[in-house]
């Protein structure tokens, strides 16, 4: 599975949107973008997925660049319940499974 | 409601003792995955399984041990030869349908002292 860069940390404002990044320039055709986050001492929470089309789900959107070699997860209007560490991964979907590996993510903190 | 279950919550262990995390899924998931978490640090990926009787080593497999018996459960055991056992445990799986998303259970924090 491709490897992914992202941020260490970012701020956001409450209410204003948040916009994570990730970098995957070693993604292959078949490899799906995953974000996923986790809330303090608990497991991770999938958020959405996507190939190369944009998509939006009642939680996030999610944009893929053209080249497919980054995306960004945008969250709308972050709350102060946004605040989690956030994983973009990248993997083969469906069929069988391969590994599963996350990188060390963003740790995003919402402010008043 | 379909889901992932580890158990116990919080294990405390004598240094020198095996002992063995429990995570059931019965959300029909061919894969499963087990993951370490230190403070303040990401997941690390100690052992898969994508079907029933095989598994793989992931990026940190030395002394622990997985057995998958069943599609629905792979215990984990964190050996006497596993150097630093203090860390929150984390199980997960995948089905094969898309969008294979991986499923998470609420985790085992263990403390050996």
């Not at chain 2, 929150?88 to 259970?105: D, H, Q």
Request: hydrophobic share 30%.
């Amino acid at each position: 599975d491709a490897k992914t860069t992202q941020p260490t940390s970012m701020d956001c404002a409450e209410g204003r949107a948040a916009n994570l990044p990730c970098n995957h320039s070693t993604i292959s055709g078949n490899e799906y973008v995953y974000w996923y986050r986790q809330i303090h001492s608990q497991g991770p929470q999938y958020i959405i997925h996507g190939l190369k089309n944009n998509e939006t789900n009642e939680m996030a959107s999610l944009i893929i660049t053209e080249d497919r070699k980054s995306s960004t997860l945008i969250l709308p209007h972050a709350t102060l319940r946004d605040t989690a560490v956030y994983y973009c991964i990248v993997r083969v979907a469906g069929g069988t499974a391969s590994k599963l590996t996350f990188g060390t993510g963003t740790r995003l903190q919402v402010t008043l | 409601d379909g889901g992932i279950t580890q158990s116990p919550k919080y294990l405390f262990r004598k240094e020198g003792q095996n002992v063995t995390l429990s995570c059931e899924q019965n959300l029909n998931h061919d894969a499963m995955y087990w993951y370490r978490q230190d403070p303040g640090q990401g997941l690390r990926l100690i052992y898969y399984s994508q079907i029933v009787n095989d598994f793989q080593k992931g990026d940190i497999a030395e002394g622990y041990s997985v057995s998958r018996e069943k599609k629905e459960s792979f215990p984990l055991t964190v050996t006497s030869a596993q150097k630093n056992p203090t860390a929150f445990y984390l199980c997960a799986s995948t089905g094969r349908a898309l969008p294979t998303e991986a499923f998470f259970g609420q985790g085992t924090r263990l403390t050996v002292v």
